[in-house]
């Protein structure tokens, strides 16, 4: 990519304060000029390395912060030893991805803990980036895969009696079975509690570390949500049971905790087929406005699988009418991506300066099921139920089109159709 299109790049979010990139190259040194560059045309840019929270190596295009892949004695391991991989997403069906034991440390010998060398790397590339005048270039970290539950996450897959499994994979050796996670601190197959605990305590080393060296850089983690909800595929509601939601939302509890948090699939993800929503939309509603009220910052990626521009711009003023139900301050931020079909939506200057300025108030429920909250110089109602619901705004306003642009006759009722969103003014 040249300077000029890396220019353009950082200039396409300038309307967002504090906003975050995350960088998927570092694996290989990156230039200094780059990340200056980027930093140039947009000052308000934060640039994270990449990292994963036990999935490293072994792994092409994502450019992951070190390569774990040489220290198999970190390896996640079955009952019987045999080492384990996931993501079963290579062109003939095979693994790609190391997974490593997020719990693996041992504090009397540093140089053999995956925690801790997960720690060094972060801050080897946070210091490769450090400015002569000791200012960061590389503004943090987004530790990726920091899910706390093997259930519901796609690196794991259901063995014959439904447990969570990985494939054993050695080398030539594969035998393409699935085995059980075996954890070696409690003597017995990974539990989901147990998994949760040591990755929460893997994300609070790291973010500890970190901020003892460099309290201005910022740790994210990639987990809060992902699919510990409830989802509609077709139709078919799935679940979201307790504790497993109260787990992925404690993440950012823990005091020396990381700064903040991405949820890729904000109430629609970019690999779901129009319909196919999130349906825990009080949850994660509910969350984004709890963790960006108290200053943590919430990157919400939503998207869907479909090139039909009109699909595109009614789930993005759904998803992002909802995001700003919960939003808070700059410390926010909402990206509408879409599955590599062409036109590619993205994110519509018409909505992100969408001229209704500061939330004077919280979000509300109304009798009707609508949710509202009100703007300085305008009104976000979303309809998260699936009947359509009239309401009467109780005076004129201009509503923004789903397609970015203003109405230009003002409006006094309006129809929300099922999973829609609306944006008015005046």
Excluded at 60 to 77: C, F, I, K, T, Y
Excluded at 83 to 111: C, E, H, S
Excluded at 132 to 144: E, T
Excluded at 325 to 352: C, E, K, M
């Amino acid at each position: 990519m040249s300077p000029d299109e890396l220019r353009a790049l950082a200039r396409r979010v300038d309307f967002c304060q504090g906003c975050v990139a995350v960088t998927t190259s570092f694996g290989e040194p990156v230039p200094q000029r780059l990340v200056e560059t980027l930093k140039s045309a947009n000052p308000n840019l934060k640039i994270l390395g990449y990292a994963g929270s036990f999935d490293m190596g072994f792994l092409g295009g994502e450019g992951l912060l070190g390569d774990a892949s040489d220290h198999p004695e970190w390896r996640l391991r079955s009952r019987e030893g045999h080492p384990l991989m996931g993501y079963f997403d290579g062109p003939d069906g095979t693994p790609t991805r190391w997974v490593f034991d997020p719990g693996r440390f041992d504090p009397t010998d540093p140089n053999g803990s995956f925690r801790q060398f997960l720690l060094d790397q972060i801050l080897a590339d946070l210091e490769r980036y450090q400015r002569p005048d000791g200012s960061l270039g590389l503004d943090g970290v987004l530790l990726d895969q920091a899910f706390q539950t093997m259930t519901r996450s796609t690196i794991f897959r259901p063995d014959a009696d439904g447990h969570p499994a990985l494939m054993w994979y050695e080398g030539d050796n594969a035998d393409g079975r699935l085995y059980r996670p075996w954890n070696p601190r409690t003597g017995d197959y990974y539990t989901d509690a147990d998994w949760a605990r040591d990755i929460r305590d893997t994300v609070a080393y790291v973010s500890r570390g970190v901020h003892a060296l460099y309290p201005a850089a910022l740790v994210l983690v990639n987990g809060l949500s992902w699919f510990a909800d409830s989802s509609y595929a077709g139709g078919v509601a799935g679940a979201c049971p307790a504790p497993t939601c109260g787990d992925q939302a404690s993440l950012l509890d823990i005091a020396d905790g990381p700064d903040g948090v991405m949820i890729e699939q904000f109430l629609s993800a970019h690999w779901n087929l129009p319909g196919q929503w999130y349906t825990n939309w009080d949850w994660t509603v509910t969350q984004l406005a709890r963790l960006s009220s108290r200053g943590k910052i919430v990157l919400a990626v939503s998207g869907v699988n479909s090139n039909d521009r009109a699909v595109q711009q009614k789930t993005n003023m759904f998803t992002y009418a909802s995001f700003l139900l919960g939003a808070a301050g700059s410390t926010s931020a909402y990206d509408f991506t879409n599955w590599d079909q062409d036109p590619n939506s993205d994110v519509w200057p018409g909505v992100a300066n969408s001229q209704i300025g500061e939330p004077v108030g919280a979000d509300e429920l109304l009798h009707n099921g609508l949710h509202r909250r009100v703007f300085r110089n305008g009104l976000v109602l979303v309809n998260p139920g699936w009947a359509d619901v009239q309401y009467d705004l109780g005076r004129q306003m201009y509503r923004l089109n789903d397609d970015g642009t203003w109405g230009s006759a003002p409006v006094r009722v309006v129809l929300l159709s099922g999973h829609s969103g609306m944006i008015l003014r005046g």
